[in-house]
């Protein structure tokens, strides 16, 4: 299981993720981005794409789809916050999202 992001890494491991459009959940440990797509069929491709990394890694989003929109949220669940596999499947999320 992964630790919790220590204090000393937090922000340098956050800042370049709310620069992006992440930003940290009200009232909860977690990462919350909104990804806007052209059309429902990239919004879905966007999923099952981030989906084979989120097993592979065995961290899995919570999200929801609506037509063209993903809204994602991510922490470790096991953990109680965030911890690298949330900066990492963020990052992941951020590059497929591009593609
Ligand atoms: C056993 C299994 O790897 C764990 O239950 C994983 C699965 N996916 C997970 N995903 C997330 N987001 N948090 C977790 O703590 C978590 N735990």
């Known amino acids: ?32 981005r909104s990804y806007q797509f ?15 990394w989120a097993e592979k890694w065995k961290h899995h989003p919570e999200w929801s789809n609506v037509y063209n929109r993903v809204d994602v949220t991510l922490t470790t669940h096991d953990a109680g916050g965030l911890t690298e596999l949330d900066v990492k499947l963020a990052k992941k999320m951020n590059q497929l999202a591009d593609d």
């Not at 992964?2 to 990462?31: H, N, Y």
């Not at 052209?38 to 084979?52: P, V, Y």
């Open 38 to 52: 052209r059309n429902f069929i990239d919004a879905f491709g966007f999923m099952t794409r981030a989906a084979i």
């Open 1 to 32: 299981m992964a630790d919790l992001l220590p204090e000393s890494e937090r922000d340098a491991a956050l800042a370049p993720l709310l620069e992006s459009g992440w930003t940290v959940a009200d009232g909860r440990d977690a990462l919350t």
